[in-house]
């Protein structure tokens, strides 16, 4: 989405609040228009504005207008979220997004635009998900995928998978990170929501990175990519594509599916590690940008071999065999 043009109001409008007024991302921007984007086909097929055999992704989302948007009551938009979930297959984490961009569109036509009378999504629950514990490549994993890297660009391969591994970034940060960004040990990332924060570099890292830059200064560099950290062959910045099927190929390489182990699960394989070496779970909050404690809290519980662990060291552990060694005696 390059433009707010051949967008209907209101939706136009809330996408520019959205960016401009309360500072979200450009993709966050987009995932947002997405969202309603699949909303307002689905109106346009409930008010019967398409014939039923329209193509879903063809539906031209102009045809749904205010007094359309007007008639949303609770009952509809819980057919939708059905909708979604028996037509569409929609996972449950999936509809709960859809919900918040709905909540957060609503909103705005009625508090802010104040262009309907009733919020219709006031009352909406939200979706109960069940969180299953984040995949991690583990450190033998870990290091494998690192002495997997070879090739003409492996210097830039090999920095980008350790910064991915010691630091837990998102994908986005990674590829956004310009060499101005970098001052001494510390690296400063722009997170979600426009959010900027200090990542404080390991020796890995900082290797990583100066045995890279003499190999990028032998590219030729687009103007426009001059300070990007990471370049592609062609000299622009690399694209987060690029970089994800970077991942792909080093994930085969070493054995592992790369339809599980992805770009992603290098940020929680990163947050693991810093966790299970003693890491604060408040400090791991702020490198990893969590706006909520309770995203971050999921790395407490992922290493069974931990909780093992803890459990055979209880001071108790042992009552057991005593008890039979004094019977024998």
Known sequence: MNSFSGIPEPLASFLIYTESIQNKSVHTTEEYFYDLRTFYRYLALHFKLVPETVEFNNIDINLVDLDILK??????????LNYLNRV????????ARKIASLRSFFK?????ANLIEVNPTAELDSIKIKYHLPKFFTIDDSLALLNAVDGRNSERDYCILTLFLNCGLRLAELVG??????KDDGLTVIGKGGKERTIYLNDACLAAIKNYLPEREKINISANARNALF???RG???SRRMVQ????KYVKKIGLDPRKYTTHKLRHTAATLMY???ADIRVLQEILGHKQLNTTEIYTHVSNENMRDAVKKNPLSYVRENREKKTED
Do not use: P
């Open 236 to 238: 622009n910045r690399i």
């Open 108 to 112: 705005y036509v009625c508090t802010k």
């Open 231 to 233: 370049i592609s062959t």
């Open 88 to 95: 569409r297959g929609n996972s449950a984490s999936s509809r």
């Open 276 to 278: 299970e070496a003693g």
């Open 177 to 182: 990170i310009n060499i101005s960004d970098i």
């Open 245 to 248: 099927s970077m991942v792909e």
């Open 71 to 80: 008639q949303v009551d609770l009952k509809l938009i819980y057919e939708y």
